[in-house]
């Protein structure tokens, strides 16, 4: 994955450093949707963004659907594997009190969004703004364990990932039934949607974030629910170019923050050109299907991986576990080429932030 910019140089010293002195002492705070959930949105009484059933978890450790939207683990799963911590547990199973909220949370939620509105029709999710909520009440949690001091700076020294937007477009734009998707041109929709993240992404600095790293979109126009859309069954050129243009956007703009914020490093993860190499060859990765997912999807109800789904004989043979989310092979391949270049050289020289 190409990692952009200077600001990352010093956030993968950073990383480096501590996991060298303590793996132990590495605190990781995680924010999305459903590519990196493990486990919020079972406790969410109503949602109708869930996972919590067969055949999900069926290749993760007990062979148990855990709330995670894929048969295995997820990338986050994966990088904290490497990194020698445990994944960090979904904010909604800790309770206020717990020490667990000292070592690293993860407030990801299937079907959230930069947007709020972003996913409605799934009743219950934590929106990007939400999580961000669930955020400063662990800070306040932390804050009467160990002082205000202390709290500061923790949170200052943690690394914050953060994978979101993909439903903006899948659960929000592309819905002919949504108001969004008639409101707003593509222009207006990214700029109302990079406005919102500015916003966010500087209350995550004022709450204490100071290693930031975003992970940009993929090709959404190549996912399973996206290609049947087309009568050839191909990618959707027009959704890949809105994807391009909202990560070009988001880049621009973590170039500003951290103009904006100097002693804050935000990065830029560009995910897009290794998943669209993984769609388009992924004979070289050891995959014989990427057009389509293992698990026979309905994707006219939703496109989720339902009990009564039929699997793919070979799991492994598969890109896409259902209609939007990888499988574990995949999500392995993809945090393999995500970690080696965080934790490789610097890399190339920032762009000027946008005037």
Not at 262 to 282: C, E, R, S
Not at 304 to 326: E, G, I, M, Q
Not at 331 to 354: D, Q, R, V
Request: charged residues 20%.
């Amino acid at each position: 994955m190409a990692i952009q910019g200077l600001a990352l140089a010093a956030f993968i010293l950073a990383a480096k450093a501590t996991t060298v002195v303590s793996a132990a002492s590495l605190v990781t705070f995680i924010f999305g949707d459903s590519l990196t959930e493990v486990g919020n949105n079972n406790y969410l009484q109503y949602s109708l963004a869930r996972s919590d059933f067969p055949w999900y978890g069926i290749d993760y450790s007990g062979g148990k659907a855990t709330g995670r939207f894929t048969n295995g683990r997820t990338i986050g799963d994966i990088i904290s594997e490497k990194l020698g911590i445990p994944p960090p547990p979904p904010y909604l199973s800790l309770s206020k009190n717990d020490d667990a909220l000292l070592k690293g949370v993860n407030y990801a939620s299937g079907g959230a969004g930069i947007l709020n509105d972003t996913g409605l029709y799934f009743i219950q999710r934590l929106s990007f703004d939400d999580q961000i909520d669930c955020f400063k009440k662990t800070k306040e949690s932390i804050t009467t364990k160990i002082g205000a001091e202390a709290a500061n700076k923790l949170c200052n020294e943690a690394m914050y990932f953060i994978g979101i937007g993909s439903n903006d477009y899948v659960n929000n734009y592309l819905q002919p039934f949504l108001a969004d998707g008639q409101e707003y041109t593509p222009e207006e929709f990214v700029k109302l949607v990079i406005t919102t993240l500015d916003n966010q992404l500087t209350r995550l600095y004022q709450l204490g974030a100071r290693k930031v790293a975003f992970h940009g979109l993929g090709p959404l126009g190549c996912i399973p629910s996206q290609r049947v859309k087309s009568k050839t069954g191909k990618c959707l050129k027009r959704v890949n170019e809105w994807v391009l243009e909202f990560n070009s956007e988001v880049k621009k703009l973590i170039a500003t923050l951290n103009h904006r914020f100097p002693n804050a490093k935000f990065a830029f993860a560009d995910t897009y050109g290794d998943v669209l190499d993984l769609i388009d060859n992924p004979t070289a990765y050891g995959f014989k299907v990427s057009n389509t997912s293992c698990c026979n999807v309905d994707t006219n109800i939703g496109g989720l991986c339902l009990p009564n789904s039929k699997l793919c004989s070979n799991r492994t043979d598969y890109v896409f576990w259902d209609a939007f989310h990888p499988s574990d092979k995949a999500n392995e391949i993809l945090a393999e080429k995500f970690f080696s270049t965080l934790f490789s050289g610097p890399p190339s020289i920032a762009p000027k932030p946008s005037p």
